[in-house]
């Protein structure tokens, strides 16, 4: 099965920042010329997460909103206290979220729904240069 590898990256602000993917995952697919497949996106490290979703504002607020209420940034953590640091909420989110999504790939084209957006979401309390992987399989 070939596979064609590629990485997106961007700078966040951190704090729950939702920055769109797709295009970026769509020259990727183009690039590697398949046809038909899959394409996996995982972003390394403890604090951000991958994930499909509408985006859109609206949508990027309820999100925001839910994980704040089950996350809240404020809170008793034992990784805050343990390692004197301030982000246990985004390693939280972000293992709620999770790092990767998969998506199939048919006539060189993403399968996402109309609204559907593949987005990175940076769930640290300060700004971070990120790096996407992008696995293209034919």
């Known amino acids: 099965m070939p596979t064609h590898n590629g990485h ?14 797709s295009d ?13 497949g899959v394409v996996t996106v995982f972003v390394p490290g403890a ?3 991958v994930t499909a979703m509408e985006f859109e504002p609206g949508g990027v607020q309820d999100l925001t ?3 704040d209420r089950l996350v809240p940034r404020e809170g008793d953590y ?36 109309t609204w559907q957006e593949i987005v990175l979401i940076d769930f640290d309390d300060r700004p971070r240069e990120r790096t996407v992987l992008v696995s293209v399989q034919s």
Not at 27 to 32: G, K, T, Y
Not at 86 to 111: F, K, Q, Y
């Open 24 to 36: 970026r995952i769509s020259e990727i697919v183009r690039d590697a010329g398949v046809e038909r």
């Open 8 to 21: 997106i990256r961007l700078t966040t602000q951190g704090d729950g920042d939702v920055c769109p993917l």
């Open 47 to 49: 604090t951000a997460a």
């Open 78 to 113: 034992a990784h805050n206290r343990l390692n004197y640091d301030s982000n246990s909420h985004a390693h939280m989110r972000a293992a709620i979220v999770g790092p990767s999504e998969s998506i199939p790939v048919d006539a060189g084209r993403l399968l996402l729904g």
């Open 65 to 67: 909103q839910l994980l």
